[in-house]
């Protein structure tokens, strides 16, 4: 039996493995007893573990950081498959169908985790047991590697898989586009603030997670002030106080550009407030002087870089402003010309020039592949074959699973052009990417080690 032809007959039972991950929302939180990131991503893995057992993998947990499925019982592994298990929070509000259950239509399956990342981490399952089942020989072994904080940012997950294993010499990760992702950008995170004196502004608050354009925030006024109205503003009275909700759109952080962020709306829309004291204005304007309405490349921090790999990006994503106590946090990714150190310091100067303080900043130097190696043209090859489309390398704005893994690469499953919602609300996959995600996984299986 061909490849494709074992998928196909199996799409039911890939669809059925992938409700059973999809019920469980495994947003990657604090420490809980043995799960270093919590209870539900403690049994997503558990899950993931006892659907690679059932489909006859040798599968492995690595102290609930991480757990493999490899595709032989012996052999150390040759090629890796890196993906995820924790999802982003979700608004279940804004959805329109269930988001942990999986809902088919059309040819459509929705729900949280079904493009990044529970979808493609089957797909390659589904993928390396195609392989197999159609009698295949390989050279070496092949572990598909779920990890259970991507979405955190912290890599945790894998500095923990790497102390208990060595990593495979070829890794990929379905965790981003297709064709091949060879080189990213770097990225930094900083949280900056401060104690202010509180005015008429009492509270800010919004934003879920660092590397996404906040779609909603809310302010709480002091005392009941007349606000004009404004599409996707929604302005009220509640307990002497006026509040304010601002909706904007949510986008990734590394192409912010696609969204449209809730925080700066609000802080240009609270400008023409007259009652505001002086604390307030100088609050807002430092903000605004940090991240302009509309400016996603840095500018304002003197980072405006544009080179091979791409423009530089800026996020002002979460802010939390409560009893005169500011802590806001931005997402960066800054091209392959530029470096942490003169990124970190020019946006230190920036943050203390708005009359604030940088409380900390982490990230990575920009990684890149290269594209001539054997094993980027077997996988190049393999898309191309499958799905007769061209097949490239390409740049993006940082920030894949395999960023820190020396020669790792990022490998679909996403399809370029097409808006999967993934960070957003009724994130979906097509049942038909899925299957053709898992042929181009088995053939790269195939080329790379057979």
Request: glycine residues 10%; charged residues 25%.
């Amino acid at each position: 039996m061909e490849i494709r032809e074992y998928l196909n007959n199996n799409l039911e039972n890939l669809k059925s493995d992938l409700a059973r991950l999809v019920k469980i929302p495994s947003v990657s939180g604090a420490k809980d007893g043995s799960y270093p990131f919590g209870r539900e991503c403690g049994k997503a893995l558990d899950e993931f573990l006892k659907i690679a057992e059932e489909r006859g993998f040798t599968a492995k947990n690595y102290d609930y950081y991480a757990g493999s499925a490899d595709l032989f019982p012996e052999g150390e592994a040759e090629l890796g498959i890196l993906a995820h298990l924790d999802v982003v929070p979700v608004t279940e509000k804004n959805w329109t169908v269930p988001t942990y259950e999986m809902t088919e239509k059309d040819g459509k399956l929705f729900g949280r985790g079904v493009e990044d990342d529970k979808g493609p981490l089957l797909a390659a399952m589904w993928a390396m047991k195609a392989v197999k089942e159609c009698g295949y020989t390989l050279k070496g072994n092949v572990r598909l590697i779920a990890g259970c904080s991507e979405e955190t940012g912290s890599e945790l997950d894998i500095e923990e898989y790497c102390k208990r294993e060595k990593m495979p010499s070829k890794v990929f990760t379905p965790d981003a586009e297709f064709p091949i992702i060879t080189t990213e950008k770097g990225m930094l995170r900083f949280t900056f603030g401060g104690k202010l004196k509180p005015g008429t502004i009492l509270s800010l608050e919004g934003g879920t997670v660092v590397n996404a354009v906040p779609s909603e925030v809310k302010a709480v006024l002091r005392g009941r002030i007349p606000l004009p109205k404004k599409e996707n503003v929604n302005a009220y009275f509640e307990d002497g106080n006026t509040v304010i909700v601002c909706k904007g759109k949510s986008a990734h952080a590394s192409t912010p550009a696609q969204g449209i962020n809730a925080f700066t709306e609000l802080l240009a829309y609270l400008i023409p407030v007259a009652e505001m004291t002086a604390e307030d204005r100088k609050l807002i304007d430092g903000l605004l002087k940090l991240f302009p309405k509309g400016e996603t490349n840095a500018k304002a921090l003197g980072l405006n870089v544009n080179d091979k790999s791409g423009e530089t990006t800026c996020v002002f994503s979460i802010v939390d402003l409560h009893d005169g106590q500011l802590t806001a946090k931005a997402d960066m990714r800054f091209p392959v010309s530029l470096n942490k150190a003169k990124c970190s310091e020019s946006i230190k100067e920036a943050v203390e020039r708005a009359g604030f303080s940088l409380l900390d900043i982490t990230g990575s130097e920009p990684h890149s592949v290269d594209e001539k190696s054997g094993f980027v043209q077997a996988l190049l090859k393999a898309y191309s074959d499958v799905t007769g489309e061209p097949a490239f390398c390409k740049a993006i704005g940082g920030g894949t699973y395999v960023h820190n893994i020396e020669g790792g690469v990022a490998f679909g499953m996403e399809i370029e052009g097409q808006d999967n919602h993934i960070h957003g609300d009724d994130e979906w996959v097509g049942a038909d990417a899925l299957l053709m995600a898992a042929e181009v996984y088995a053939k790269a299986i195939i080329g790379v080690l057979g």
